[in-house]
């Protein structure tokens, strides 16, 4: 019989290919339960958002990892449409706080109708025009849980106001009862507080600016409305200029913008300047002479 003695180098080759085959096999395994894995969570996602009427019925998902946060039901975001450059700005700002938000284009009584219609517990409205701090999220959430804690009902829950009126310092607490609420740029409004408005506002029409008619009805004692203080919902007039002091005053009390800190952690936000809106991108615009400039703007 002939035996055939491995050599040195022989014995070296078949170890070495031993071990590729195995680490080629273990990485195999470990891609096949990973893509097991990613498709378990594709399907589970799909069955969320699907079940969801609040995600299903949403005009725009802002962002694939976006988040509707535990205590509402639902987020609308006010956009005039010929306001593109707003809306392509809070897209960005929703995008980095993961959040999933519609871009609506009807007016405050619109969405109080839609939140009834679709039976919404709680929603959040903010207008175009906002920055959050960066804890805004966080804050809102206790702020909710604080406000079910001591009350069975309420209509109103300001995140968002301008006015230096809502602060108590003697209670040591963020959500107090609101007193001179001016301003609508971010609120949480339940299903009782929508079906009291729409029917307000439905009936009667009013010359005065909306949030001095619900300023009215939370000094009548018609409406149950709450504020948090400070706020974490704030008007950027140094984006979007106005002659209203109100606004200034209490955007000081902004102190960790959540626009601000997207644009320093994101490269392409660095430099961000708002698209121009639609009536901008029409081709008549720039025939417009430069003397013009300050009297198309005049109504």
Not at 15 to 30: D, E
């Amino acid at each position: 019989m002939n035996l055939l003695l491995e050599t040195p180098t022989a014995w070296w080759y078949g170890r070495a290919m031993r071990i590729y085959f195995g680490i080629s096999l273990l990485i195999s395994a470990l891609w096949l339960l990973s893509v097991v894995f990613n498709n378990t969570s594709v399907h589970e996602i799909i069955r969320s958002t699907s079940s969801s009427p609040a995600k299903a019925d949403a005009v725009q998902t802002i962002h694939s990892q976006a988040e509707q946060p535990p205590f509402v039901n639902h987020i609308y975001c006010l956009n005039a449409p010929s306001k593109l450059g707003r809306k392509e700005r809070m897209t960005e700002l929703f995008k980095y706080m993961h959040l999933d938000v519609q871009m609506f284009s009807g007016d405050h009584l619109a969405v109080w109708h839609d939140i009834i219609d679709k039976k919404f517990e709680q929603a959040m409205v903010v207008e175009d025009d906002i920055d959050f701090e960066l804890d805004a999220v966080d804050s809102i959430h206790k702020a909710l849980e604080s406000l079910t804690a001591k009350t069975v009902g309420w209509d109103m829950l300001y995140i968002g106001h301008c006015s230096m009126e809502e602060a108590q310092p003697s209670q040591n607490t963020t959500v107090v009862k609101s007193v001179h609420p001016f301003c609508t740029s971010g609120y949480v409004v339940s299903h009782r507080g929508a079906q009291k408005l729409a029917n307000r506002f439905s009936q009667k029409s009013s010359s005065y600016a909306l949030d001095v008619q619900l300023v009215a009805l939370i000094k009548r004692k018609l409406l149950d409305a709450y504020s948090m203080y400070p706020p974490v919902v704030f008007q950027r007039r140094d984006l979007y200029p106005s002659d209203d002091g109100m606004e200034l005053r209490i955007f000081r009390l902004l102190n960790n913008s959540a626009w601000d800190t997207a644009r320093q952690r994101e490269p392409r936000l660095a430099n961000w300047v708002d698209p121009p809106d639609a009536e901008q991108r029409h081709p008549a615009y720039k025939y417009i002479p430069k003397w013009m400039e300050d009297a198309r703007t005049v109504h």
